[in-house]
């Protein structure tokens, strides 16, 4: 039974930073690209940031691009979201994701290609 469990969300001002973790089990983790997704309240999920099986390729979402920084490892079998400048429309709730077929990332992961989904941690900050 494959789970991600993400964790590390919390309340911060603007300007903070958090780190957000995400601890896999149940599958081979180096076999997957893994990514960060967030969703805030009546929005779609959105697109955040992707890391490939090696963790040699990272793109990320243009809103994120230059604060947020993707990073896993692999015999921890974890993936990692370091978040610094925090700004209040980074306020959502943040899901950690499982792509099995893609090996590099040229442009965002689609929802459409995650094979697996965290349960998601809650990131809220403050003006």
């Known amino acids: 039974q494959v789970q991600l469990v993400e964790s590390g969300g919390g309340l911060v001002q603007a300007g903070g930073s958090l780190r957000l973790s995400c601890a896999a089990s149940?599958?081979?983790?180096?076999?997957?690209?893994m990514g960060w997704f967030r969703q805030a309240p009546g929005k779609e999920r959105e697109f955040v940031a992707a890391?490939?099986?090696?963790?040699?390729?990272?793109y990320y979402g243009d809103s994120v691009k230059g604060r947020f920084t993707i990073s896993r490892d692999n015999p921890k079998n974890t993936v990692y979201l370091q978040m610094n400048g925090l700004k209040p429309e980074d306020t959502a709730r943040y899901y950690c994701?499982?792509?099995?077929?893609?090996?590099?990332?040229?442009?965002?992961?689609?929802?459409?290609?995650?094979?697996?989904w965290g349960q998601g941690t809650q990131v809220t900050v403050s003006s």
């Open positions: 890391i490939s099986r090696s963790g040699g390729n990272r």
């Open positions: 994701a499982a792509d099995r077929s893609s090996e590099y990332y040229a442009s965002r992961l689609r929802t459409a290609d995650v094979d697996y």
């Open positions: 149940g599958l081979t983790f180096s076999s997957y690209g």
